[in-house]
Structures are given as structure tokens and as C-alpha cells.
């Protein structure tokens, strides 16, 4: 998969960033230590970590360089490090092993998981944020648009590796409950209120659409475009004011240990 296109991310910052304010409201910590922001990106949840806790040390980490090097003429006072969350290997324990809108990324989560809690230092506490808007018509159609044209074949496996990368609250509450002092998961359903021609198409563009873009020459990956947004367009109409409604839904989840 291409490089992540940190302009492109953070087109709708504002609605990608409340999440990350609705989570850190929920954690237990008064003055954390030592943070680590698992999948940080461009920074913007590492900013606001920063801005909640201005004398912790912070560790970004991510896998993009292009999101890596935004993150770092951005955020000061943070160290950054490129690695894949999967493998990394962490050296030492953490206050706050935090995560916003990136182990969707990771299959196995009932072996991630355990694994980040074992970074947990004791009192500490793991956060994580993840989409679960998988079974909606915005990532719904991408499968659909992938199965109806000339490229379904080469999409195949793209299709199968984003079926429901995300369990139910259940799932992880009994996951971690084993391995925490309290656990907290429950979801949220943002309306978000989009602008432009397309909105939509251009949300998923910066996210979920990707790997099914990526794994396109031309012209087949335009015509792909053109074809899901067609289906989008129908999927999430315009608002009488020219506005579209786009319904997201988000897990959470806060285990102390």
C-alpha cells in the first residue's frame, strides 16, 4: 500500500479530531508520565496529548513517513519514531498507551491487544479509538464497486482484508477484562455534516479507500473512483442546503490496570 497523503487526512480535521477529545476526557490518569500515541500520523493526536498533558514525555509512532515528517514540523516537545505497530517492540513500560483511528489496521486483535496491555505500566491505562462504520454504505459500496467491474480480480484480497476489521464492544470487554483493574467500551455515532461536491468520497479517499486505489494502475483506478462516488452519491444525497449527512460510528475503549 502507498504512503498515507497527509493534505488529503486532514481535509476534515476538525471532525477526525473530535474523537481524540472524546477519548482523552474518559482517561483516568491526572499526569501521565510517559505516553505513547500508537499510530500517530500527522500529529494531530499527538498534538492534543501535548496540549492535555504538557510535561509528560511523548512518543509518536507510525509507519508513514510522509505523515511522520508533518507530525514533526508540527508538534514540538515529542519524539517520533517510524514502525509498524504490529511488530514493534516496546522497551519500556508506559503511563498511557493511546491510539486513535489506527489498529483498524491490525488483524488479530485478540493477540494485539493482550500485548499492548503488557506496555501498560502498572496504574496505567490503554486507550484506544477505532472506526466501526465497516458494515455502512461507505465502506459497504467500496467491496460492491470492487466486485462489479474489470477489477475485481486484482481487488479481490483487498475486499476480504477490510470484511469487518473491527469486533463488537463485547468482543474486547471481554478481552481485557481479564487483564484490567476496570474496562470501559462503549460506541458513538457522530453526524457529521459535510461540505463539497462529493464529500464523502473524498472522507474515504483519505482513509478506507485506499488500499483498493492503491492496488490500481490507470485508468482503472479512476474509473473505480468515478463508479464508487456514482454509488456514494446515491448512498448519502445532498441536503436541501447542499450540505451531506455522513453517520460514523466509533468504538472505545479505556482499560486500567
Known amino acids: 500500500m502507498g504512503d498515507w497523503n497527509p493534505t488529503l487526512y486532514r481535509q476534515f480535521g476538525s471532525e477526525r479530531e473530535r474523537p481524540i477529545d ?9 499526569s501521565p508520565g510517559r505516553i505513547v500515541d500508537l499510530g500517530c500520523g500527522a500529529g494531530a493526536s499527538t498534538a ?28 514540538t516537545g515529542a519524539e517520533f519514531v517510524e ?51 465497516f458494515d455502512a454504505p461507505s465502506h459497504r459500496l467500496m467491496a460492491e464497486t470492487a466486485a462489479a467491474g474489470r477489477w475485481r480480480d486484482r481487488l479481490a484480497g483487498v475486499a476480504a482484508s477490510r470484511r469487518n476489521p473491527v469486533g463488537g464492544p463485547a468482543q474486547y470487554a471481554r478481552l481485557l477484562a481479564p487483564l484490567a483493574h476496570r474496562c470501559e467500551v462503549w460506541e458513538t455515532t457522530y453526524l457529521l455534516r459535510l461540505e463539497g461536491e462529493n464529500p464523502v468520497v473524498e472522507w474515504t479517499r483519505g482513509t478506507g479507500l485506499r488500499p ?28 436541501p442546503d447542499g450540505a451531506t449527512f455522513f453517520p460514523f460510528r466509533r468504538l472505545f475503549i479505556v482499560a486500567s490496570r
Open 48 to 75: 492534543l496529548l501535548r496540549r492535555h498533558w504538557p510535561e509528560a514525555g511523548i512518543l509518536g509512532l507510525d509507519s508513514s513517513p510522509a505523515m511522520l515528517a508533518t507530525a514533526r514540523e508540527t508538534v
Open 83 to 133: 514502525a509498524e505497530i504490529g511488530s514493534w517492540q516496546a522497551d519500556r513500560a508506559f503511563d498511557l498507551v493511546f491510539s486513535n483511528a489506527a489498529l483498524q489496521w491490525l488483524g488479530a486483535h485478540e493477540v494485539l491487544f493482550p500485548r499492548l496491555m503488557t506496555i501498560v505500566a502498572p496504574g496505567g491505562v490503554l486507550a484506544v479509538q477505532m472506526p466501526r462504520n
Open 212 to 239: 483498493y486505489l492503491d492496488a490500481l494502475p490507470e485508468p482503472d483506478r479512476a474509473e473505480f473512483l468515478a463508479e464508487y462516488g456514482r454509488r456514494i452519491a446515491v448512498a448519502y444525497p445532498k441536503e
Open 22 to 30: 472524546d477519548l482523552l476526557a474518559r482517561i483516568p490518569l491526572e
